[in-house]
C-alpha cells in the first residue's frame, strides 16, 4: 500500500533528507520519501502492518525533527 | 508570514535591541569592558540575554536531538560555536552569531516558503467542488463523490471539476492551466470536455464520463506530486555530500583547535588556546550544508513548475537532468511534425480556375466520409458556397462520378480517369493526389497530405542552434511523402516505411551511434509507440491532453499540440541544470573562501556567519529563476 501524507512546519531540507532516510530503515517499509518541496511524506509499505509502520515513521520523524508533525488522515 | 516566523521576528528584534544598549555601553564607556568594572556585569549581563533570546531554542534543540542521536545538526553546530565564543570572552561575537544565525533562519524559511508558494498555486488545477444536479436540486459536493453519468453545473469563472460531454450550453473555456494556451477553446453541447479547465462566459452543464479518479485533473495531479519523488543524479550527490561534509568541517574544526596551539605550545612554551580556538568556531559556523540542500531541489522544483505554466508536464527532476544533456532527437511523423489531419497543399488546374476545380472535387466528394475526401471539402467551404449535385455515387478504389450543372464530373484516382477516358498528369509530389475530370475532359489534381504544423521548422531550426546533433523522423510513410517532411522543417535523418516493431529497432541504431554522454529524446504522439517513448533516454508525448495513456508512457508530456513546447522543455532543462550548477559552485566556493580565511585567522565569525546566511538567500532567489523559462527568452 502507498499513500501520501502532509506535514507540517518541515522547515529544514536537510532534515527531509534525514527524515526519508530513517524512515526507510523502518523494517517492512518498501520504499519512502520525504519531499521537502511540496511538504508531503509518501509511504510504501506492506498491507497488514502499514498501520505500525507508519506510527514508527511517525516516531522517527519525531526525532529528527520534533517540530515537524505528520497528518495522519 | 506565518505565526511562528512573526514570533521569531519579534524575538530578533527585542534582542537585537539589547544587545545595540549592550554594545552602545561598551563604546560610551570603554572602561566598562576591562574585568573590574561594574559596569563589565551589567554589558555582559546584556549581551548573555541578548544571546538567550535570540537562540534559546537552538541550544534546546541541540540538547534534545543529542539526547536523540542526531549530533551534525545545525543547531548543535550553532550551539558549540556561539557558546565557545562566550566562553573565550567574546560575547558581542556569541550573540552577534546567534542573531545574525536567526535572521538568516528566518530569512531562509519565508523565501522558501513564498517560493513553494507560489510554485504550488501556479500548478493548482485541482476543482475544489462540483455542482451536481441531483433531482432538480443542485448541490456542492467533493468532485470525488460525483458517479458517473450524473450532471454537472459549471458556472462561469468556475473550473471544470470532471471530465465529461456538455448536455447544456456553450462557452469558452480556458485551458491556460493544462496547456499554457491562453486562447479559449469554445465548446458546445455533445463536446468532450476535460477536467482542469476554466469556463470564462457561459452556463454549462456536462454529463460525467469518467470517475473523478480516472479524470485528467487527477491524472496529472498525480504525475506533478510524483514528479520529485525522482531525483536528480545532481540532488542525490547533494545529499550524500552534505552527509559528509558537516562531519569533516567538525573534525577539521577540532583538529583546528587543539593542533596549532598544541604545537605553539610545546616548540615555545606559551600555551594560548583562544586565538586558534576562535578561528575553529568560525569553521564550525559555515559547516551546515543548507544552501546547497535547500537550493538544488528548488531549483529543479522551479523549472518543473514553470514549464507546467506552458503545458508540459516533467515527470521528474531527473528528466530534466536527462533533457539538458539531449543531443539526438527522434520524432515520429503523423501528429508530431504533422497535423495527423490531412489537407490541401496543391491545387493544379487546367482549362479551369484553381476554385472551380477545388469546388467541382469538393460537391463531388461530398458524399465520402474519407479523411482525405473531408479536407476537400473542408477547403472548399472556406473560398464559399458548392455547387449543386445529382446523382453522386462513390465507387471505392476509384472515386466519385456526380453530375453539376448537367456536366458528368469524375472525381478520383488515375483509375477513374482511364475509366472516364480522360488522361491524367502524374505528379512526383508527396501527398494522395485525387484526379478530376469534366465530360471525360481532364480537369487537373488536386493533392491532399497531412499538413506540416506551421511551427515544425522553426521549432526544429531552434534545436539546431540549441546544438542539436542530429534530428531524425520516423515514419511508416511512403519515401516520398517522408523525405519531403523531411525538406520542409529540416531534418538530418529519415526512415520510411517502417512496420511498427522496425520503429524500435531504427531507434536501437541511432541510439548506437550518438556521441557518449550525451541523450536521446523520443517524441511521438503516444500512439502506438510506447515502447520507444519507454526506450529512449526521455520519452516525450505530444498533445496529451485528454489521453491518459500518453500520459502514463512517457516522461516528459506536452499537453497540447505545439512543438515549439520542445525547444522550451530542453531550454528550461538547461536552464535549470545552470542555475544548479551555479549554486553549487557558488555555495562551495564561498564556504571554502570562508573556511581558509577563518584557518587563516582573517576575518570573523560575523563575516562567516553573514557569508554562510547570505549564500543559502542568493541561492535560493537564484533558483526561482527556474520558474521563468519564456518563449523564445533569452538565457
Known amino acids: 500500500m502507498k499513500k501520501t501524507f502532509k506535514l507540517i512546519d518541515l522547515d529544514c531540507a536537510n532534515c527531509a533528507a534525514k527524515m526519508e532516510d530513517a524512515i526507510k530503515k523502518i523494517d517492512g517499509v518498501k520504499s519512502a520519501s520525504v519531499n521537502f518541496m511540496t511538504q508531503k511524506m509518501t509511504l510504501e509499505a506492506d498491507d497488514d502492518r502499514f498501520d505500525s509502520i507508519l506510527k514508527d515513521a511517525v516516531k522517527v520523524c519525531k526525532k529528527v525533527e520534533p517540530d515537524c508533525e505528520i497528518v495522519v488522515k | 508570514m506565518t505565526k511562528k516566523q512573526k514570533r521569531m521576528l519579534c524575538r530578533i528584534i527585542i534582542s537585537a535591541v539589547v544587545f545595540a544598549v549592550g554594545l552602545a555601553l561598551g563604546i560610551v564607556f570603554p572602561d566598562s569592558t576591562g574585568v573590574m568594572s561594574g559596569l563589565f556585569y551589567v554589558r555582559t549581563g546584556l549581551l548573555l540575554a541578548s544571546y538567550l533570546i535570540a537562540g534559546f531554542d537552538v541550544l534546546l534543540k541541540a540538547v534534545r536531538n543529542i539526547l536523540h542521536g542526531q549530533v551534525f545538526d545545525e543547531n548543535f553546530l550553532m550551539t558549540i560555536a556561539s557558546i565557545g565564543a562566550v566562553v573565550i570572552g ?260 487546367i482549362g479551369i480556375s484553381e476554385r472551380e476545380l477545388l469546388s467541382f472535387c469538393a460537391a463531388a466528394e461530398q458524399i465520402s466520409q474519407h479523411p482525405i475526401a473531408r479536407s476537400i471539402v473542408d477547403a472548399a467551404k472556406e473560398t464559399g458556397e458548392l455547387p449543386q449535385t445529382s446523382d453522386a455515387s462513390e465507387t471505392a478504389g476509384f472515386g466519385v462520378e456526380t453530375v453539376i450543372d448537367g456536366r458528368k464530373t469524375a472525381v478520383g484516382n488515375s483509375r477513374l480517369m482511364e475509366k472516364v477516358g480522360a488522361h491524367a498528369d502524374e505528379t512526383e509530389k508527396a501527398g494522395t493526389v485525387v484526379h478530376c475530370a469534366v465530360d471525360g475532359e481532364y480537369c487537373g489534381y488536386i493533392l491532399v497530405s497531412d499538413e506540416i504544423k506551421e511551427n515544425s521548422r522553426s521549432a526544429l531550426s531552434e534545436l539546431k542552434e540549441m546544438g542539436a546533433e542530429k534530428l531524425v523522423m520516423l515514419t511508416g510513410d511512403r519515401e516520398v511523402t517522408a523525405k519531403a517532411v523531411a525538406n520542409t522543417v529540416g531534418l538530418d535523418e529519415v526512415r520510411s516505411q517502417l512496420l511498427p516493431d522496425g520503429k524500435l529497432n531504427a531507434l536501437e541504431e541511432i541510439y548506437s551511434a550518438k556521441s557518449p554522454n550525451t541523450t536521446l529524446v523520443y517524441i511521438g504522439d503516444g500512439m502506438n509507440d510506447a515502447p520507444s517513448l519507454a526506450r529512449a533516454d526521455v520519452g516525450i508525448a505530444m498533445g496529451a491532453l485528454g489521453s491518459g495513456a500518453a500520459i502514463e508512457a512517457a516522461d516528459i508530456v506536452l499537453m497540447n499540440d505545439d512543438i515549439s513546447n520542445l525547444p522550451l522543455a530542453v531550454r528550461t532543462a538547461r536552464k535549470t541544470h545552470s542555475i544548479v550548477m551555479q549554486n553549487i559552485i557558488f555555495a562551495l566556493a564561498v564556504k571554502a573562501a570562508v573556511l581558509i580565511l577563518a584557518a587563516l585567522g582573517i576575518g570573523n565569525m560575523w563575516l562567516a556567519v553573514f557569508a554562510d546566511v547570505g549564500v543559502s538567500v542568493i541561492a535560493i532567489l537564484n533558483a526561482m529563476r527556474c520558474m521563468r523559462t519564456g518563449k523564445k527568452a533569452s538565457l
Request: with cysteine; hydrophobic share 40%.
Open chain 2, 90 to 349: 567574546e560575547y558581542s561575537e556569541g550573540a552577534a552569531v546567534m542573531i545574525f544565525y536567526q535572521v538568516g533562519e528566518l530569512f531562509q524559511s519565508v523565501a522558501v516558503g513564498k517560493s513553494r508558494q507560489s510554485i504550488a498555486d501556479m500548478m493548482d488545477i485541482n476543482p475544489e467542488y462540483a455542482n451536481v444536479e441531483r433531482e432538480g436540486i443542485v448541490t456542492e459536493v467533493d468532485p470525488e463523490e460525483v458517479a458517473v453519468g450524473e450532471t454537472v453545473v459549471i458556472k462561469p469563472g468556475e473550473r471544470i471539476p470532471l471530465d465529461g460531454e456538455v448536455i447544456f450550453g456553450s462557452s469558452g473555456l480556458n485551458t491556460a492551466a493544462l496547456t499554457g494556451e491562453s486562447a479559449p477553446r469554445d465548446v458546445t453541447a455533445g463536446d468532450e470536455v476535460i477536467s482542469g479547465c476554466v469556463n470564462t462566459d457561459g452556463l454549462l452543464k456536462i454529463r460525467v464520463t469518467k470517475p473523478y479518479s480516472d479524470s485528467t485533473v487527477a491524472k496529472i495531479l498525480e504525475l506533478v506530486e510524483n514528479s520529485s519523488e525522482s531525483k536528480a543524479k545532481t540532488e542525490n550527490f547533494i545529499t550524500r555530500f552534505a552527509k559528509v561534509y558537516t562531519p569533516i568541517v567538525v573534525i577539521a574544526a577540532v583538529l583546528l583547535a587543539v593542533l596549532p596551539s598544541v604545537f605553539i605550545g610545546i616548540t615555545s612554551g606559551e600555551w594560548k588556546w583562544s586565538d586558534w580556538v576562535y578561528r575553529a568556531l568560525t569553521f564550525l559556523v559555515v559547516s551546515c550544508p543548507c544552501a546547497l540542500v535547500i537550493s538544488v531541489p528548488l531549483s529543479y522544483f522551479g523549472g518543473i513548475g514553470g514549464a507546467s505554466r506552458h503545458g508540459i508536464m516533467i515527470k521528474g527532476a531527473n528528466y530534466l537532468e536527462q533533457l539538458q544533456k539531449a543531443k539526438t532527437f527522434v520524432f515520429d511523423k503523423t501528429g508530431t511534425l504533422t497535423k495527423g489531419s490531412f489537407a490541401v497543399t496543391e491545387t493544379h488546374a
